[in-house]
Structure formats: C-alpha cells, structure tokens
Antibody, heavy 121, light 106 residues
C-alpha cells in the first residue's frame, strides 16, 4: 500500500525558508505513471496547490507562488522536497504531499497525513 | 487563473437526505473536475474524477455531473459517515480548489 509521509520543522521564523520532505513508501517515485505534488491548507481554510514534480525533475508551480517555491526530487531516497522562501504568517498551514497520476484519473489520489507549519518569531 | 466557486458554504442535513453541492468554474474546464471529501484532521479523499467517474471503493450513493462551468456532487442518501467538508478541484489548467462545503448534522 502506497504511503506518503511529510517531515520537517513545525516552526519557521518570518523571512526564512520553509523546508519539507515527503518520503514515499510502498511504491517507486521513479515511476513514469505519476507526478508528485505539494498542497497546503491554512487553518480553517481551503486547499491551495503549490506545485508538482516528475521523477525526471520536471516541475510546474502555482503562478501565485512560483517566485518563492522550489520542488526537487531525490529518486535514490524515494523522496521529494519543498522549499518556500521568504515566508510570512500567511504561509502558516498544513502542508500535504500527494501523488497525481499521469493518465486517468489525473488527480491527486494518494495523500500524506499532512504536517502543520507555523510561521512565527 | 481559473476560479472555482462552491455553494452553499455550509449545508445542514439529516441522515437519509438527498444532498446536492454545486461548483462553478470561472471559465470552461470541460469535464476536468474532481470532488474530494475531507474530515477534520485528515487529508482529503478522492471521490469523483472527470466530473462523473466514481473512484474505486467510493460508495455508489455519491455521484457527480456537469461539464463546462457548472458541476454538482450529489449524495443520494446521506449517511453518518458523510458529514464532512467537500471540495471541488479543476485540473484543466494547473489545479484550483473550491472554497469547500461543510455538510453538518441538522
């Protein structure tokens, strides 16, 4: 059974860089059938897609966050990572990693449990 | 950017009720729409993709319809496990979620 697990600091200071890693188990991140993505949810609010990456390293980002986001993949560790720079309190959210299929259904079908990141001094 | 608008934002219903949630896109997204269910403290769960295709393992009381800019999620007979928040998501151009509809007990 595929599992995704987010890890990283739960507290980040304003203006610093948020860094999270998603570890994939029960399946290979190097499969040509999937993209891997990050989605976030501020407390009590809705969902926002941050960006996605293919095992080859090809990325695409939410235009509203593109200037601050970097997503990378480490196939040797079966992990992908998120870096979000110059964070503010508005970046406080639960961050989820998720898998998206290349073909049908082409949506996020497996999700991690999520990790809360608070931006505060 | 494609904006997704859900209505209502909150819905009060009883077990056994037929429930309908609407999602509107700011421009045509063909049938590239998914629905997710989220319970407190949990990740979203995929229910429906391509507007009307039921994800494997999802009960048949859930159904989706629509195309273009207007879509609906229907729960034919609300069950206790269905009280949750529901989100639509377009995947015609990048990914955008609706604001959510909370289905609460009446």
């Amino acid at each position: 059974q595929l599992q995704l697990q987010e890890s990283g600091p739960g507290l980040v200071k304003p203006s610093e860089t948020l860094s999270l890693t998603c570890t994939v188990s029960g399946g290979s991140i190097s499969s040509s059938s999937y993209y891997w993505g990050w989605i976030r949810q501020p407390p009590g609010k809705g969902l926002e897609w941050i960006g996605s990456i293919y095992y080859s390293g090809s990325t695409y980002y939410n235009p509203s966050l593109k200037s601050r986001v970097t997503i990378s993949v480490d196939t040797s560790k079966n992990q992908f990572s998120l870096k979000l720079s110059s964070v503010t309190a508005a970046d406080t959210a639960v961050y989820y990693c998720a898998r998206r299929t290349v073909v049908t259904p082409r949506v996020f079908d497996y999700w991690g449990q999520g990790t809360l990141v608070t931006v505060s001094s | 950017d494609i904006q997704m608008t859900q209505s209502p934002s909150t819905l009060s219903a009883s077990v056994g009720d037929r429930v309908t949630i609407t999602c509107r896109a700011s421009q045509s997204i063909s049938s590239w729409l998914a629905w997710y269910q989220q319970k407190p403290g949990k990740a979203p769960k995929l229910l429906i993709y391509k507007a009307s295709s039921l994800e494997s393992g999802v009960p048949s009381r859930f159904s989706g319809s629509g195309s273009g800019t207007e879509f609906t999620l229907t729960i034919s007979s609300l069950q206790p496990d269905d009280f949750a928040t529901y989100y639509c998501q377009q995947y015609n151009s990048y990914f955008t979620f609706g604001g959510g509809t909370k289905v609460e007990i009446k």
